[in-house]
T-cell receptor
Framework: GAVVSQHPSWVICKSGTSVKIECRSL??????MFWYRQFPKQSLMLMAT?????????EQGVEKDKFLINHASLTLSTLTVTSAHPEDSSFYIC??????????????FGPGTRLTVL | GQNIDQPTEMTATEGAIVQINCTYQ??????LFWYQQHAGEAPTFLSY??LDGLEEKGRFSSFLSRSKGYSYLLLKELQMKDSASYLC??????????WGAGTKLIIKP
């Protein structure tokens, strides 16, 4: 159970373009999803918490106008990196809580999306 | 402040046992998680402890002592595929995960 998918797995784009990353919970409904970023050899950094039907909660230092998050349904959250620049190149990972599971606090991770901005 | 400490790197031999320690300081406490992360991949869930004691899951076990702010992940009968980073994460009173930097485990034949 508790499978989370992400699309695309990797993307290369030109500086100034926007990139959308999708996160889906495949076998459960996720009222809460999380978006993380991880730079090479560094720990996961929480970017924002996405709640279905409401605005995302961004962590300090994360630009909400640059990283647009939409959680339009119980199985889909999207992260759009707007006007991407080379410094946005990173590994973006989403996770979701399965509220139907006994262990409701466990986060299940998607496989991640590697973004390279040229 | 909130902090998770774990060793940066450990080396062990195939077939042996290794213990990865983690100490935590969180604002409130709602559990301690261990995740495994292979290079270039997302983390996968290994274990969750919220009460003191040892939780065993096959070759992997996780221990928690809340009074000491301490946890460990025990890996038995090590296999080459266990080479990965092991992330310790504490959940604070707001149910936010505070992540350690990860312990890179190198398994040698």
């Amino acid at each position: 159970g508790a499978v989370v998918s992400q699309h695309p797995s990797w993307v290369i784009c030109k500086s100034g373009t926007s990139v959308k990353i999708e996160c889906r919970s495949l076998d459960f409904q996720a009222t809460t999803m999380f978006w993380y970023r991880q730079f090479p050899k560094q720990s996961l950094m929480l970017m924002a918490t996405s709640n279905e039907g409401s605005k995302a909660t961004y962590e300090q230092g994360v630009e909400k106008d640059k990283f647009l998050i939409n959680h339009a349904s119980l199985t889909l959250s999207t992260l759009t990196v707007t006007s991407a620049h080379p410094e946005d190149s990173s590994f973006y990972i989403c996770s979701a809580r399965d509220p139907s599971a006994g262990d409701t606090d466990t986060q299940y991770f998607g496989p991640g999306t590697r973004l390279t901005v040229l | 402040g909130q902090n998770i400490d774990q060793p940066t790197e450990m080396t062990a031999t195939e077939g042996a046992i290794v213990q990865i320690n983690c100490t935590y300081q969180t604002s409130g406490f709602n559990g301690l998680f261990w995740y495994q992360q292979h290079a270039g991949e997302a983390p996968t869930f290994l274990s969750y402890n919220v009460l003191d004691g040892l939780e065993e899951k096959g070759r992997f076990s996780s221990f928690l002592s809340r009074s000491k702010g301490y946890s460990y992940l025990l890996l038995k009968e090590l296999q080459m595929k266990d080479s990965a980073s092991y992330l310790c994460a504490g959940m604070d009173s707001n149910y936010q995960l505070i992540w350690g930097a990860g312990t890179k485990l190198i398994i040698k034949p």
